[in-house]
């Protein structure tokens, strides 16, 4: 059974950092596809960017820079390193996981979510 459990999720002011933890079981981590993604209020769920099977990351425009991601394969456990913190970052953050090692469009396993607020 797939399950990936974020957390890190906090409240800080613009400008801070965070960095955002997705512990992973149920599949061969170290060769699939990860991604963060995040939905803010009344807003779609956009994708933050991702790590696919062949570790080669990519990033939305909106944070690159900024924040980067990565993984520990021992750990089974992929991380969201935020930088600069942002108001507009605010957002339920999520893990996203697929067994294949190229990105889909659709992620096929995704986490309960957790809380970034970043307060002017």
């Known amino acids: 059974q797939v399950q990936l459990v974020e957390s890190g999720g906090d409240s800080v002011q613009a400008g801070g950092s965070l960095t955002l933890s997705c512990v992973a079981s149920?599949?061969?981590?170290?060769?699939?596809?990860m991604g963060w993604f995040r939905q803010a209020p009344g807003k779609e769920r956009e994708e933050v960017g991702s790590?696919?099977?062949?570790?080669?990351?990519r990033y939305t425009d909106h944070v690159k820079g900024r924040f980067t991601i990565f993984k520990d394969n021992a750990k089974k456990t992929l991380y969201l390193q935020m930088n600069n913190l942002k108001p507009e970052d605010t957002a339920i953050y999520y893990c996203?996981?697929?067994?294949?090692?190229?990105?889909?469009?659709?992620?096929?396993?995704w986490g309960q979510g957790t809380q970034v607020t970043v307060s002017s």
């Open positions: 996203a996981a697929d067994r294949n090692r190229w990105c889909p469009a659709d992620f096929a396993y």
């Open positions: 149920g599949f061969m981590f170290s060769l699939s596809c």
């Open positions: 790590l696919n099977g062949y570790d080669e990351p």
